[in-house]
Structures are given as C-alpha cells and as structure tokens.
C-alpha cells in the first residue's frame, strides 16, 4: 500500500504502546543514526534535523545523538553558540548530545548506535526513532526491553553500496532482513521504497517522503570567484563521492560536452578515498573539471542559484536530497532513469532522465538540456512549484507524529505475537 503524504492516510500500524494520562503530553523522541547536527552534508542528517526541529516546535522533546567526531565543529559537547548551537547544547529547540564512537569505517556507525540505544532507554523514551538500516541492527534492544515505541526510517538500500567489504556487506543485508521485521514501524522516504518492501518482505512500510523549502537565488559572490566560474557557466553535481553516486561518469560523459561550459563536482569522501582519488586522476584530463570538495550554506546556495543545471547520475538513491533542492531552486535537471528519480517527476523538458550506467546516454541528456535555452528555465519552474507542493517538511513532521502517538496510545500486549507475525 503507498501512502498518500497530502491526506495523512496510514496504512494500519502494527502497536502496542502503554497509554497516556494526557494523549497531548510532550513525547520523549531519541533519534539514533545520523552523524549529528546542525547539518552540513548528509541526507539524512538534513532529514533529522527537518523533521526533529518541527517536533520540537510543537512541543516534543527531541534528543538527537551525535557522533563526538561530528560535534568537535562546534565545540566541546556542550555547544558553545558556534553554527545555532546554544551553550547548553541545544539546536532548533532540539537536545544534541555527544556520544563517543569508534571512527573507523566498518565500526563507527554500529559502535556509535550501540551507546546511543543505551542511552536513550536510560532517558526512558517513548520513541526511540532509528535512521538507516546499519544503526538498525540496535532495534531489538528497546523493542523487547524496554516500552519505548521503535521506529525505523529507511533512506536507502545501504546493503546494495558498493563501497563496503564482504563482511559489511553482510552485516547490512541482515540489517535490512531486521528492518522489516524489528521495528513497531518502518518508514520509508520514496515510494519505491515502499514497494520494495512489499515485495520483498510483506511489510507494509509507511510513506513519509523528506521535504523541501522554497529557495531565493543568491548572487554570484566568493563561491564563484573562488573557483572561476561565472553565472550560468557550469554544470552542478552534488553529493558523497561514493561508486554508486557516479561521478566518474558524469566526468566522462561531460567530456563529450565541448566548449567552455565547466562542471563542479561538489562533494568529498564517505570512506572512499581510493574512489576520490580516481576521480581526481579522471579530472585531471580536462582543465574545465573543478572538485571543490564539501561545500556548505551560503555558498552552497550561490552555486545552486547559478549553474546551468544541476545533474545526479546515481545507480542507487533512497530519495535525494539533493535533487529536491536543485528542484527547488528552479534549476534544470539531468538524472539517471532509478525508480526514485522518475517518481520525483518523469520524463519532462527541464527534467531530462538518461538510462542509468550509459555514458552515451548522459552526454545526449546534457547536450539536450543545455541546448533547450528558456524552455527548459520555463519547464524547470513548473516542476518547482509541483514540486514544492508535494515535498513538504511540515507535512512529514505532522505525519511522523501522527505515528509516534498511535504508537504511546497503545498498550504493550501481544507484542511478540504481532512482531512475529510481521514479513514471514
């Protein structure tokens, strides 16, 4: 069953939650997954903090754990006012607390989990809100020992990256079995998710899609200069440099573009340096290529606001962020043909899809889109305002609340039988 985000439609909940005295008392929400805020890179750090800063605003008390590798931007984990962070460690009216993880590619995640599940059961949450399949594995935890309601969002497939070794690999595939079959609820950001998960396990997954807000162009200033670019002189691509964001593609699909028009490739490593260092080695065959490494706020938005067109050549994507974005700046797209692109819009005139993995294919698609002039602008407006009005960050805040208090409203019986019961 797919979820439609406008009506607040459910499908039915499998619960069991103690009931409250006061059905409107602040929940006690802990959100476990992300690497932490305020967020800079990361979908799913921006979907946390979205998401988390509106439950706050409607009176939920919202803990947000945090990597202590992440939080050193701002300070000694205890705020310091740098980047919104009040002294007392509050972000967005949300609680950001630091909790030390082993840094390392195959551990950090899972070892950062593990303390955080600890301490969200000590704090006695109601909602103990997981993000991704790996921090997942900590599910069963407060699902059978504690009365917290546990919630799983699935951003991606993050058993299908190439960027992990036998071993992970495995580890998430048992984490994405766990998911739909763990959790009271598991959410899913794309429609393509939610079949997936249908199709795979039976489980009726429910449908919150992340949001976006409005953008107002900026004016070229120090981004552009920094790099040489002029407005409406580049193409944009923005993500990790992960294998299967495709960035060697592109560079190479860009060097069938001729002329002036450069391609800033906006993103850094995720535990991929060999895989950057590839693309520094294919960048280095054309002098147009500029990989500017992670770019944040306002000069994010300065390169958003004046490229030619924003292009996302994934083989593997949950729902990008970053493609709603460039949506919503009003810029023209070029992005491979995966289920979660096509659902965003289809195959339209500022919206040109190309058949994923194909070099070919990608070089058509630019030379199209660039060649398209102001129909293109004009078509990349519409699909803005469809856009806008589909991807909402309150509505999806008011949609996962609306799931966290079927769940505290129920009583905790016949857990087992119901959990099991669940995918086979």
């Given at each position: 069953?797919?979820?439609?985000?406008?009506?607040?439609?459910?499908?039915?909940?499998?619960?069991?939650r103690?009931?409250?005295?006061?059905?409107?008392?602040?929940?006690?929400?802990?959100?476990?997954?992300?690497?932490?805020?305020?967020?800079?890179?990361?979908?799913?750090?921006?979907?946390?903090?979205?998401?988390?800063?509106?439950?706050?605003?409607?009176?939920?008390?919202?803990?947000?754990?945090?990597?202590?590798?992440?939080?050193?931007?701002?300070?000694?984990?205890?705020?310091?006012?740098?980047?919104?962070?009040a002294?007392?460690?509050?972000?967005?009216?949300?609680?950001?607390?630091?909790?030390?993880?082993?840094?390392?590619?195959?551990l950090?995640?899972?070892?950062?989990?593990?303390?955080?599940?600890?301490?969200?059961?000590?704090?006695?949450?109601?909602?103990?809100?997981?993000?991704?399949?790996?921090?997942?594995?900590?599910?069963?935890?407060?699902?059978?020992?504690?009365?917290?309601?546990?919630?799983?969002?699935?951003?991606?497939?993050?058993?299908?990256?190439?960027?992990?070794?036998?071993?992970?690999r495995?580890?998430?595939?048992?984490?994405?079995?766990?998911s739909?079959?763990?959790?009271?609820?598991?959410?899913a950001?794309?429609?393509?998710?939610?079949?997936?998960?249908?199709?795979?396990?039976?489980r009726?997954?429910?449908?919150v899609?992340n949001g976006?807000?409005?953008?107002?162009?900026?004016?070229?200033?120090?981004?552009?200069?920094?790099?040489?670019?002029?407005?409406?002189?580049?193409?944009?691509?923005?993500?990790?440099?992960v294998?299967?964001?495709?960035?060697?593609?592109?560079?190479?699909?860009?060097r069938?573009?001729?002329?002036?028009?450069?391609?800033?490739?906006?993103?850094?490593?995720?535990f991929?340096?060999?895989?950057?260092?590839?693309?520094?080695?294919?960048?280095?065959?054309?002098?147009?290529?500029?990989?500017?490494?992670?770019v944040?706020?306002?000069?994010?938005?300065?390169?958003?606001?004046?490229?030619?067109?924003?292009?996302?050549?994934?083989n593997?994507?949950?729902?990008?962020?970053?493609?709603?974005?460039?949506?919503?700046?009003?810029?023209?797209?070029?992005?491979s043909?995966?289920?979660?692109?096509?659902?965003?819009?289809?195959?339209?005139?500022?919206?040109?899809?190309?058949?994923?993995?194909?070099?070919?294919?990608?070089?058509?698609?630019?030379?199209?889109?660039?060649?398209?002039?102001?129909?293109?602008?004009?078509?990349?407006?519409?699909?803005?305002?469809r856009?806008?009005?589909?991807?909402?960050?309150?509505?999806?805040?008011?949609?996962?609340?609306?799931?966290?208090?079927?769940?505290?409203?129920?009583?905790?019986?016949?857990?087992?039988?119901?959990?099991?019961?669940?995918?086979?």
């Amino acid at each position: 069953m797919i979820v439609n985000p406008r009506n607040g439609s459910f499908p039915a909940l499998q619960r069991r939650r103690r009931p409250t005295s006061d059905g409107e008392r602040p929940l006690r929400i802990a959100m476990i997954g992300q690497k932490g805020l305020p967020a800079t890179h990361g979908g799913v750090e921006r979907h946390v903090e979205e998401i988390g800063a509106r439950l706050a605003d409607l009176g939920d008390d919202v803990t947000v754990y945090c990597r202590s590798s992440y939080t050193g931007r701002w300070g000694d984990g205890h705020g310091g006012g740098v980047d919104g962070v009040a002294t007392d460690g509050t972000y967005r009216g949300m609680h950001l607390r630091p909790v030390a993880a082993l840094g390392t590619k195959h551990l950090d995640a899972i070892t950062h989990s593990a303390a955080s599940t600890a301490a969200a059961m000590h704090m006695h949450a109601d909602i103990v809100h997981y993000h991704a399949l790996g921090p997942g594995l900590l599910a069963p935890a407060p699902r059978m020992l504690s009365r917290a309601g546990v919630v799983l969002t699935v951003h991606g497939l993050d058993n299908e990256r190439s960027k992990w070794s036998g071993a992970a690999r495995a580890a998430l595939g048992a984490a994405h079995w766990m998911s739909a079959r763990v959790p009271d609820v598991t959410v899913a950001v794309s429609h393509a998710l939610v079949e997936h998960y249908a199709h795979e396990f039976g489980r009726e997954a429910v449908y919150v899609p992340n949001g976006v807000v409005p953008r107002s162009p900026c004016p070229s200033g120090a981004a552009l200069a920094q790099y040489g670019l002029r407005p409406g002189g580049y193409l944009l691509f923005v993500g990790r440099l992960v294998p299967e964001k495709a960035a060697d593609l592109l560079i190479r699909a860009y060097r069938r573009v001729p002329g002036g028009l450069r391609l800033v490739i906006a993103g850094g490593s995720s535990f991929t340096d060999d895989y950057v260092a590839s693309l520094h080695r294919l960048a280095r065959r054309d002098q147009r290529v500029v990989l500017s490494g992670y770019v944040y706020g306002d000069r994010l938005a300065e390169l958003y606001s004046n490229a030619a067109a924003f292009v996302l050549p994934s083989n593997l994507e949950g729902m990008a962020l970053t493609l709603l974005e460039a949506v919503s700046y009003g810029l023209p797209v070029v992005a491979s043909d995966i289920a979660p692109n096509r659902e965003i819009a289809g195959e339209q005139a500022g919206y040109r899809l190309f058949r994923t993995g194909d070099e070919e294919a990608l070089a058509a698609a630019l030379l199209r889109v660039l060649a398209g002039g102001q129909a293109e602008r004009a078509a990349a407006a519409r699909l803005r305002e469809r856009v806008l009005a589909d991807y909402c960050w309150d509505t999806a805040a008011r949609q996962m609340r609306e799931i966290y208090l079927e769940l505290v409203r129920e009583p905790a019986t016949s857990r087992r039988a119901v959990h099991l019961s669940v995918g086979g």
